[in-house]
């Protein structure tokens, strides 16, 4: 049984990862800015109500963890530096919590080696979006942290498979989306093993 620190809970991945983890009977405690937002209750489910922004209630909730899992997205086309200044807190909230382990979602636009489609959508409409993810990754890698980066493509809606493929600092070749479910379950499957250790991968179907 593994302390885990959700942020971003809320969110399309993030309330798959909490559910993904609550039903391996892990205690789960989930950061969010609007608790009535996340439908999932259980005894092993904590809920604290606060800002990932906020450092120094991050590190209060972060007291304690075994692992950070942050599935938080900023939400925007437009020019923004969000994903950067999230990697900032839950970097520093980490470290001096003492919490090791560290496993961020970031985004497919990030691979150079993306399939074409990927690369023309990640610098021209998602342009903004590739910039601040590829800025968040940064701080990430250069954190003192036992870390692991996710790029996942598209995420779609669909029932967990446990089907899907991974590869180290690349996009397995083809890969256009993988479901919330079946990431969740790769993200918990980190978790639990520690394996891809300072590592980027990709993952889909």
């Avoid at 397995?172 to 479910?181: A, E, N, Q």
Wanted: hydrophobic fraction near 45%; charged fraction near 20%.
């Amino acid at each position: 049984m593994l302390k885990l620190l959700v942020l971003g809970a809320t969110g399309g991945a993030g309330r798959h990862i909490v559910s993904e983890a609550l039903d391996r009977g892990h205690l789960v405690t989930a950061f969010v800015r609007s608790p009535e937002k996340l439908q999932r209750t259980s005894e092993n489910l904590v809920v604290i109500k606060g800002n990932p922004l906020d450092t120094e209630s991050l590190i209060a909730a972060s007291a304690g963890q075994d692992v950070l899992l942050s599935a938080l997205s900023a939400g925007t086309l437009g020019p923004a530096t969000l994903m950067q200044q999230f990697a900032w807190s839950f970097t520093e909230a980490a470290s001096r919590a003492k919490v090791d382990r560290l496993i961020t979602l970031s985004t497919a636009f990030s691979f150079p080696n993306a399939s074409l489609l990927v690369w023309v959508l990640g610098n021209t409409l998602f342009r903004n979006v590739l910039n601040d993810h590829i800025d968040m990754e940064a701080v990430v890698v250069a954190s003192p942290l036992n870390w692991t980066i996710i790029r996942p493509p598209r995420l779609v809606d669909g029932p967990k498979t446990g089907t899907y493929r991974i590869k180290e600092s690349h996009l397995p070749s083809g890969g256009m989306s993988i479901s919330r479910s079946d990431l969740a379950d790769f993200v918990v499957n980190l978790a639990e093993s520690g394996k891809y250790s300072r590592k980027v991968v990709g993952v889909c179907h």
